[in-house]
C-alpha cells in the first residue's frame, strides 16, 4: 500500500476527503482530545478487520465507536440512568460508556469481539467532531499506534508507526490529553470502572452522586452506591466471552454426524453434505475477510441441536493468529459459570 497522506485536521476539504476514505473502508488516523484514533467504519466488518492487522493486536481486544454526539451514540446502545448521566457530565470529552448493544447497533461483531455491549464515546475535539459529522456513522478507534507501541499523541507519530497501512492522517498537532479515555461498564445495576483514564474515579463518583467509587469495592458502600470499584477487566482476555454454547472442534479433516462446519477457503471436508449448517469465513482465502466474519459464524453455527462446531484449520500468520487464539477459546474446556 502507498503511504499515509497527511492533511490539515482544520481544512474542511480534508474533512470530506477523509469521510469519503472511511465510507470506502479504509483507515484514516485523526486526533481525539486524548490520543490519535486509527479510525475505521465500525459498520464494516473488513476495515474493522484492516485495524486490527495495521496495529499488529495480537487479540481482538473490542473498540470503542466513536459518534459525534449523544444523540447518535444513544442509537447504537441502551443507556441507563447512571450511563445517562455520565454522558450529560462528561460527553463530549475522555469518557467511554460500555452499554448493552441496542437492537439497532451498528456497529460490526469483530469491533465488539462478539459481546452484547458496546464502548461508546464522543470526543471533544474539533477534528474529530467535523470527521464524525461528515461521516455519519460510529467510527471505531483504538490508539493510532502498532501494538505495544506507546499511543500516539502526534501525527508523526502516528506515520512511523502505521504510515503504510492509513490512507489518510489528519494532521491537528499535539493532542490535548495524550492519555486514553476512562472507561466505565454500565451494563449492570453499578457503574464499574473497566479502565482508569483521563476522567478520573472521584469525578464519576461525584457525578454518580456516590461518595467514594473504588475505594472499598462491593458492599463498601452500602445502600449508596450506585458504582463500585473493581479490577481492571481485559474483556479480551475472558474465555467464556467467547464461548458458544455448542462445543468447538479444531482443526478437523470430517464433520461428524449433528456437527456443524466451520470452514474456510472452500476447503473439501468430507461429511460437510451432511453438516447442520456450514460457514465458509472466506471462500477466498482472506485471513482480513475471515476476522470480519468470525464473531458472526460462531453465533451464526451455535444454533439448538448443534452437538458441536467443527471448524477447520486456519492459516497462523498475520490476522490469523488472532483468530486461531478466539477459536482456542471457544474451543476451551469450560468453568462452570
Ligand atoms: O481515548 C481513547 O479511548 C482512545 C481514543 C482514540 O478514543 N481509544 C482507545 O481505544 O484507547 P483502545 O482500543 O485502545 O481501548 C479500548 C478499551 C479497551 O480497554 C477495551 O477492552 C475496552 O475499551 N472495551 C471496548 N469495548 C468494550 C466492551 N464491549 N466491554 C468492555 N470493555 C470494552
Ligand atoms: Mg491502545
Not at 81 to 100: C, E, H, I, S
Amino acid at each position: 500500500m502507498t503511504s499515509a497522506r497527511l492533511l490539515p485536521a482544520d481544512d474542511p476539504a480534508a474533512i470530506r476527503e477523509a469521510a469519503a476514505a472511511l465510507a470506502q473502508g479504509r483507515l484514516v488516523a485523526f486526533p481525539t482530545e486524548t490520543v490519535y484514533g486509527l479510525g475505521a467504519d465500525a459498520a464494516n466488518g473488513r476495515a474493522v478487520a484492516r485495524v486490527y492487522a495495521a496495529k499488529g493486536r495480537p487479540s481482538f481486544n473490542p473498540l470503542i465507536a466513536h459518534l459525534a454526539n449523544v444523540e447518535a451514540a444513544e442509537r447504537e446502545g441502551m443507556f441507563n440512568a447512571a450511563a445517562k448521566t455520565l454522558a450529560a457530565r462528561f460527553w463530549p470529552g475522555p469518557l467511554t460508556l460500555v452499554v448493552p448493544r441496542s437492537p439497532g447497533c451498528r456497529v460490526a461483531d469483530l469491533a465488539t469481539a462478539g459481546l452484547d455491549s458496546v464502548a461508546l464515546r464522543v470526543p471533544d475535539s474539533s477534528a474529530a467532531h467535523a470527521l464524525l459529522s461528515a461521516f455519519g456513522g460510529p467510527v471505531v478507534a483504538p490508539s493510532a499506534n502498532r501494538s505495544g507501541h506507546v499511543s500516539a499523541t502526534t501525527a508523526a507519530h502516528v506515520a512511523d508507526d502505521l504510515g503504510d497501512s492509513v490512507a489518510i492522517i489528519l494532521d491537528g498537532g499535539a493532542t490535548k490529553i495524550g492519555i486514553e479515555s476512562t472507561v466505565v461498564d454500565c451494563t449492570g445495576n453499578r457503574a464499574r470502572i473497566l479502565r482508569p483514564g483521563a476522567v478520573t474515579r472521584a469525578q464519576i463518583a461525584t457525578a454518580l452522586g456516590v461518595e467514594t467509587l473504588g475505594t472499598g469495592g462491593l458492599g463498601a458502600n452500602p445502600g449508596a452506591s450506585a458504582a463500585h470499584t473493581d479490577a481492571v477487566v481485559a474483556p479480551g482476555m475472558l474465555a467464556s466471552h467467547y464461548a458458544p454454547a455448542a462445543s468447538v472442534r479444531l482443526g478437523v479433516r470430517e464433520v461428524r454426524p449433528g456437527e456443524a462446519l466451520l470452514n474456510f477457503a472452500g476447503a473439501a471436508v468430507p461429511g460437510a453434505q451432511e453438516a447442520a449448517a456450514v460457514f465458509d469465513l472466506s471462500p477466498t482465502a482472506s485471513l482480513e475477510e475471515a476476522a470480519a466474519n468470525l464473531f458472526t459464524a460462531l453465533r451464526a453455527l451455535d444454533r439448538p441441536g448443534v452437538t458441536a462446531i467443527a471448524a477447520v484449520a486456519i492459516p497462523g500468520e498475520g490476522l490469523g493468529e488472532a483468530i486461531n487464539d478466539r477459536l482456542r477459546r471457544a474451543a476451551a474446556p469450560r468453568d462452570k459459570n
